[in-house]
């Protein structure tokens, strides 16, 4: 204060300790906190005054701080040379005094004391800090772990604890617990196991661990865990066990009911184990019929993805035949009458349509030939081949038939029933080339269940056997694949089978192979049976010139270049007016734009907007619009809404025509 306060906070600077003055003892007061360093203050500011309010501050201190004072006197610190020294030391305790007049020296050698005393007091707090907020993780972690907390003196037996440990024991949080009632609770079956444990614990140092009954006052049974380490002095002497406990009373009670369980399990699964025995054969023709079908799938799988791929390549080979057949058909129209030229068309127009019955073998194959299925007379269909068959194996081989009277109808393509009986044939002739006879028999059979490929139902069967070398196991497992063929190389294609087999599944049948070394092979076509009677001979196809034959305004619409290119000369030269189209987006564009059109004829496969897309967004449009969908497959979109014209692919200019013609007429 005063002057001494002038000087003291000078020589603080000086030494790079910042401080504060105070004009009176209360503003002096006022200004203390905890993050006071040290006080320095005269004695004659303490003589006369009530030191109660600072005496109360200080004893307010946390444990870890007791603030330096500096008392700056007359008379000396010490009580024998200042009586009045020993009120300042009992008030503030901790205290230096310094004797004026004062050496700077001093006073800066003092200030720094106080200071490192007070930095040390920090750190205690920082200390003191850590360690009560690591007690509050630990106290939260074991609550959360409803562990309780011990501590055994191994020197006096006095135990420790802490509220939830008691309340493992059965005690109340408040109670005193000690070491003896500990083990007058422990049943009496487990004290000497605890006791050895805590005795092995203290000699060899290993961990406590250790579960053991408890009996609470009620006389109910309760489990305790234990768990604890052993704890020695720096001499090594062993002074305490720290651990904490648990009630796992539940536990041990889900454990013993799992055991409860498991015992009655063993006994199910002896008495299943007995069954299982009784039931072994059955399990294992199981096993096997699981196999049976398992090879199966994979071979379904195996034709799958050939009849994927194959049927891709009949479509795109398709539309290429389609414009070799359509431009050789127009080129032999204007061709005159040079024979050369005639007789190399007429070549070129055979060999193309061999073509297209080979991809409608592999369309068949693929099962994406168009198929026009109705109820056929299956007896009728084979006395109808019967000169054509003959003829097809020629004078060495004999025909017989067996077909008896009551048949039922069959589902089916007449047309291509025909194709698969002339194969069956033409293979039962190839496989006796010295000759014999082949046997057509005709029955009706019924399966109750499924089978292999058949759904239960009545089938009728054709079945066409030979007297030939036969097939052994692997070549008949092999029979059905596409290109497979065991003919003379440049004989066969090997579609032959892999087409009737495409066939009998697009009609929901099967076909099936019985054959054997030596005694020939049988080929049986099963296809289901027709609710409706026959179908009558169609009428004459009508000529082509129909009332709506004249000239038409007609869309045509093909993202193959080249095939828009053929079909619209085709259609030129039946004298329509023809606009072209090379995706669905530009026929729309078209519809809209070049006027009134009679008739939209569309490939189906295209990218971006398919055919039958195209023929909604169309009839959207135009509503009594005539549209003609050209497609070697068989499958058009269900979900149209309406009947659409359909034209396979590939056609002739008669066929075109003619279809263009019933469409009109229609329309």
Known sequence: MGRDAQIAASLLAEAGIPSKTAPNLQAFIDALDEDTAFAIITEEALRSSDLRQISS????????????????????????????????????????????PFHATTFVSVARSALRGRRRQYEARLRMEALDEGERRLQTALEAGRLGAWELDLATNALTTSPTCRAV?????????????????????????MKAAVKATIETGADYAIEYRTIRPDGSTHWAEIRAQLYRDRTGKAVKMVGVSSDITARMRSEEHQRQLNEVLEERVAERTAELHEAHAVVMAEVAQREHAEEQLRQAQKMEAIGQLTGGVAHDFNNLLMAVLANLELLRKHTGDNPNAIRLIDGALQGARRGASLTQRLLAFARRQDLHIGSVDLGGLVRGMDDLMK???????????????????????????????????????????????????????????????????????????????????????????????????????????????????????????????????????????????????????????????GPKRILLVDDDFLIAMSSVDMLADLGHEVVEAHSGKDALERLKQDGPIDLLITDYSMPGMNGGELAKAARALFPDLPILIASGYSELPAELGFEVARLGKPYTQQQLALEISKVLDTA
């Open 57 to 100: 501050w200080l004893e307010a201190q946390p444990s870890w701080s007791d603030l330096p004072f500096i008392i700056l006197t007359h008379r000396g610190g010490g009580p024998e040379r200042n009586p009045a020294a020993a009120r300042v030391l009992e008030t503030l305790g901790n205290v230096s005094f310094i004797e004026r």
């Open 391 to 549: 003829r097809s194996v020629g004078t060495g081989v004999v025909i017989e038939t067996a077909i008896p009277d009551g048949l039922d109808p069959v589902l089916a393509d007449s047309n291509q029933l025909e194709l698969a009986l002339l194969n069956l044939v033409v293979n039962a002739r190839d496989a006796m080339p010295d000759g014999g006879t082949i046997r057509i028999a005709l029955t009706e059979r019924d399966r109750p269940h499924r089978d292999d490929e058949l759904a239960p139902g009545r089938y009728g069967v054709l079945s066409v056997t030979d007297q030939g070398h036969g097939m052994d196991e692997e070549t008949l497992q092999k029979a059905i694949e596409p290109f497979f063929s065991t003919k003379e190389l440049g004989k066969g294609t090997g579609l032959g089978l892999s087409m009737i087999h495409g066939l009998a599944l697009q009609l929901k049948g099967g076909l099936r192979l019985v054959s054997a070394p030596g005694k020939g092979t049988t080929a049986e076509l099963w296809v289901p049976v027709s609710k409706q009677a026959p179908a009558q001979p169609n009428e004459p196809a009508p000529s082509p010139q129909g009332r709506n034959s």
């Open 169 to 193: 024991f059965g005690f109340d949080p408040e109670e005193g617990f000690t070491y003896e009632q500990l083990l007058e609770r422990i049943h009496p079956d487990d004290v000497e196991r």
